[in-house]
């Protein structure tokens, strides 16, 4: 399997994929998720989300409840995860502690009896790749966490699988070392493109690593997409408040007509809504929805039209250094305003305009949650 | 605390100390004690008929290590049981632990079914065996002779004898391995082996290359733990041969005992067992070392 050079198109089909543990608890509901031959996809929900379920039952760990799960050709709903051939990095790197960091790369080639001639030279690609020739000969146990992640890493690559998995890989890593094995990983993928999973709780991984985010909660999948879409264009309120940093706002308000304009107002805000969006809520005239706001896209002070801005006064003042995020209070809500330029003089207690672009607003129902305008 | 009249030892240290006296005190009577009794007979012509107990250094050792019966029976008796018994119940113990790692129907009435030896005593035991083997009413023999094979003397002659004790001794502990392994399998982290699952391992390779090494130190206290204890088996050859056919079953701990008890020569009896003593903490040591270096590893 190690020597064909060509692998044929390792694209992941998930259909209608169901897992149920006992009787009471449905951890997975009704997954569809095509995943593109080389596609790199970032699993990403809150813990006990359903993320790893999906990944184990892809790797044939866990077994499926009811659906069916392809890769590339196959149907692989009842092979055995050796007959998938996937490769797996656990959040706790899952090496074996009594063998040499070269016997922990050489194991899965010699489970297929490659010559060892060849497993040296598979190995030495990896070691190259991932800077590991001068730990082959230590033991898992006298490695840091990023080295060990390294070589778990790196006993994927030699077998050179159809598909990448990879379970919350950089949890157990410091913040330092995460951003490190990110960009590690991502350059992995450019060098050996190989459709890939990846689980994670972090949605910054899940976006600056993922060709295409998908976000998950209680078991369903709430949307796919590209970085950008599913930043810009969140289908309801869950995934909105999931994916950026901070976390976007949300304010309750009416929909109301003034003149020509149409405004969402709330007892502490008035804000014109442009007319894409207007159309769009024409149906909500004279209705609560809730108003979501990203923190980064909220300016301190009011330049442009007063109907572009509404009073916040401020409770928290966080210098970063390269821009301030403040806390403020608008109404009784809580609103957070984040690249505040770190220059500016503003202190906890002080009265101030937020200005937004009105084509910025996200407009959520209330009940359903999802999204009026995204 | 107040400074005036203060006791020796503060209050909470005064009830611990109170609290283990009993077990110290037991202790000293039942251990340290009669080893100190057996230590000094041992250099003493110590018997029924000489109240003299005339200090005779170290003659008795002397006789005892040049007994050729000691030497060439019951030492290497001794050791080939330990190593057999030792052996076979790992073995089994390590293959039962494994299928009960696994779910199966009616995996709680097996594991309790299996228990069953740890309870009874081994006196019992070897009652129920030294029944079974008999030749002329055992139902070994009439299993045998129902299939129409000859029964055979079982405890008459030396080596199937040796076989049943061995025997009766690895279904006495089978059980115990069994549970201790059981546990540390159930400790082992489960990822390397869904690892090893997706990277296509095979069962046997998974037991050769992760589950024994991973076990590796589990096992070796449990020989360590047994082997020095097999070293002092007593009661299940005293009941099913006595030291038959003949002394040619007999263990170390039997000769020890048939010197002081039978012929109640206190003194070299005494001598034989601070020789096995003193073998048994030199061979403990050395396993220990050894094990604790294999399974550092
Ligand atoms: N073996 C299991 N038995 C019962 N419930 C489980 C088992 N594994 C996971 N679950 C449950 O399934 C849900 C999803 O788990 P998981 O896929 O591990 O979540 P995530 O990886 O997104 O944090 C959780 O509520 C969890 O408690
Ligand atoms: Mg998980």
Redesign the interface.
Known sequence: MMTSTTKFMASIVLSKLNKHYGSLHHAVKDVDLTIADKEFVALVGPSGCGKSTTLRMI???EDISSGEIRIGDRVVNNL?????D???V?Q????????SVYDNLA??LR??KVPESEIKAAIDRAAEMLGLHELLKRRPRQLSGGQQQRVALG?CIV?NPLVFLFDEPLSNLDAKLRAQMRIEIKRLHSQMPTTSVFVTHDQVEAMTLGDRVVIMRDGEVQQAGTPLSVYGHPVNRFVAGFIGAPAMNFLDVTIRKEGDTRVAQSAAVKLAINEASARALEAWQGRPVIMGLRPEHLALGSDGPVSRSFPAKVEVVEQLGSEILLETRVGDARVTVARVPPETQVAAGDQVRLSVQPGRLHFFDPKTETAIVA | MTGAGRPLFGEQTRFMLLLITPAALLLTLFQVVPIAIGANASFRDWALYNPKKTWVGLHHYEAVLSDPEFLWVVLPNTFIFMILSVAGALVLGLALALLLNRPFAGQKIVQTVLLVPLMVAPVIAAIMMRWMFNDQFGIVNAVLEGLGLDGQPWLVERWTAFGVIVMTDIWLWTPWYTLLLLAGLQSLPREPFEAAAIDGTSTWRVFTHLTLPMLRSVIVVCVVIRAIDAFRTFDIVWTLTGGGPGRSTELFSLYAYVLAFLTLDFGRGSAAAIIGGLIILVVGAVLYRVVDRIARV
């Open positions: 790797a044939g760990l055995p995860p050796r007959d998938r996937v490769a797996m656990f706790n790197y899952a090496l074996y502690q009594h063998m194991f899965g489970n297929k006993r077998r």
